[in-house]
């Protein structure tokens, strides 16, 4: 379970998937020179204060040198989001680094052992928080195909909850995490549990063991920090076995594009992503549903949206590797 950075990072994304219940309505909107001001506002009282409440549900309005229409496809396509990244977060004269601007935040100190990630909540929403990260974790179990012996690989694991838990009932476990603190975190929990689960330090597509493949690979509030998406999800294919499959969970997916993601794929335009980019320089990607299925269908993938009625967090895109989904892969991303 990837609450891999810092605790705003699940109320977050629980703010993004409950916004799509919400049905379209006028909107409020700020400019990109406004951001600074926006995290003024939202460092004095979070998301929860009183003054973040006329910016709760503003979207970025995108800045004038945007271009829209773009083939999503395209280099120049990607190139315009770095920028766009590089706008709102501030970054000036060097192009995105994951393992610079990746950096986990707010962990100092943690114990991974008897409260990792969302135990070490004590606010009034702590309960209804970790409800949704059970949740989600039961669904993954549910959906993942997996019975004790086979491997599992989990990218952006952070605490590693679902790993955990997967080890626990006897499946090999390895998480690969761009952050070193979370690799010994994951490490001192499988010592503590005597349980086959491992942490590499890594970034996404990396192969964490020579010539080991896996039944299932996932991601938990991960993918949408994977900017490198386009060589990562055909790369799967090379690290899955025959019958494998992807899990995404946690992550921000729109079933159609509007005011925080209106385009295929790119940068978020919510106002708290947009505050949170400024603060810590992560980049934070959203996904238009036809764009994802297509995406893992050009590299040989079949793919399912799986509902969760409790909890949008608990919502699952499974896609099942398909027969020549290794030619798929090579062929499908000309």
């Given at each position: 379970?990837?609450?891999?950075?810092?605790r705003?990072?699940?109320?977050?994304?629980?703010?993004?998937?409950?916004?799509?219940?919400?049905?379209?309505?006028?909107?409020?909107?700020?400019?990109?020179?406004?951001?600074?001001?926006?995290?003024?506002?939202?460092?004095?009282?979070?998301?929860?204060?009183?003054?973040?409440?006329?910016?709760?549900?503003?979207?970025?309005?995108?800045?004038?040198?945007?271009?829209?229409?773009?083939?999503?496809?395209?280099?120049?396509?990607?190139?315009?989001?770095?920028?766009l990244?590089?706008?709102?977060?501030?970054?000036?004269?060097?192009?995105?680094?994951?393992?610079?601007?990746?950096?986990?935040?707010?962990?100092?100190g943690?114990?991974?052992?008897?409260?990792p990630?969302?135990?070490q909540?004590?606010?009034?929403?702590?309960?209804?928080?970790?409800?949704?990260?059970?949740?989600?974790?039961?669904?993954?179990?549910?959906?993942?195909?997996?019975?004790?012996?086979?491997?599992?690989?989990?990218?952006?694991?952070?605490?590693?909850?679902?790993?955990?838990?997967?080890?626990?009932?006897?499946v090999?476990?390895?998480?690969?995490?761009?952050?070193?603190?979370?690799?010994?975190?994951?490490?001192?929990?499988?010592?503590?549990?005597?349980v086959?689960?491992?942490?590499?330090?890594?970034?996404?597509?990396?192969?964490?063991?020579?010539?080991?493949?896996?039944?299932?690979?996932?991601?938990?509030?991960?993918?949408?920090?994977?900017?490198?998406?386009?060589?990562?999800?055909?790369?799967?294919?090379?690290?899955?076995?025959?019958?494998?499959?992807?899990?995404?969970?946690?992550?921000?997916?729109?079933?159609?594009?509007?005011?925080?993601?209106?385009?295929?794929?790119?940068?978020?335009?919510?106002?708290?992503?947009?505050?949170?980019?400024?603060?810590?320089?992560?980049?934070?990607?959203?996904?238009?549903?036809?764009?994802l299925?297509?995406?893992?269908?050009?590299?040989?993938?079949?793919?399912?949206?799986?509902?969760?009625?409790?909890?949008?967090?608990?919502?699952?895109?499974?896609?099942?590797?398909?027969?020549?989904?290794?030619?798929?892969a090579?062929?499908?991303?000309?």
């Amino acid at each position: 379970m990837t609450t891999r950075r810092a605790r705003v990072l699940s109320p977050r994304i629980k703010a993004w998937l409950s916004s799509l219940k919400r049905t379209v309505r006028p909107g409020v909107y700020f400019n990109l020179e406004e951001v600074d001001e926006l995290l003024r506002v939202y460092r004095e009282g979070g998301a929860q204060g009183a003054a973040w409440k006329p910016y709760e549900h503003a979207h970025m309005r995108l800045p004038d040198w945007f271009k829209s229409g773009l083939d999503p496809w395209s280099p120049e396509y990607a190139a315009q989001q770095h920028r766009l990244w590089a706008a709102i977060a501030a970054v000036d004269g060097r192009p995105y680094d994951a393992a610079i601007d990746e950096a986990d935040f707010g962990w100092e100190g943690a114990d991974p052992i008897l409260q990792p990630g969302f135990y070490q909540r004590r606010d009034a929403l702590a309960v209804d928080s970790a409800a949704d990260h059970v949740l989600a974790t039961g669904m993954l179990l549910k959906h993942s195909g997996l019975k004790p012996g086979d491997w599992a690989l989990e990218y952006g694991a952070g605490f590693a909850q679902s790993a955990l838990a997967l080890a626990r009932l006897g499946v090999n476990v390895d998480t690969i995490d761009v952050s070193p603190r979370f690799c010994d975190f994951v490490n001192r929990q499988a010592e503590h549990f005597q349980v086959p689960l491992q942490g590499f330090h890594g970034q996404f597509g990396d192969a964490p063991r020579t010539a080991q493949r896996y039944r299932l690979i996932w991601f938990y509030e991960a993918f949408h920090h994977c900017v490198d998406f386009m060589r990562v999800v055909p790369r799967l294919t090379e690290l899955l076995e025959d019958g494998g499959r992807v899990i995404l969970a946690g992550e921000p997916i729109v079933e159609q594009e509007y005011a925080a993601v209106p385009y295929p794929w790119g940068v978020r335009l919510h106002s708290e992503v947009a505050v949170v980019m400024r603060q810590t320089r992560w980049f934070e990607l959203g996904f238009s549903e036809a764009f994802l299925f297509e995406l893992f269908r050009r590299a040989g993938f079949a793919g399912r949206r799986v509902d969760c009625a409790p909890s949008l967090f608990g919502r699952l895109y499974v896609f099942d590797r398909t027969s020549g989904a290794r030619t798929a892969a090579i062929d499908g991303l000309d």
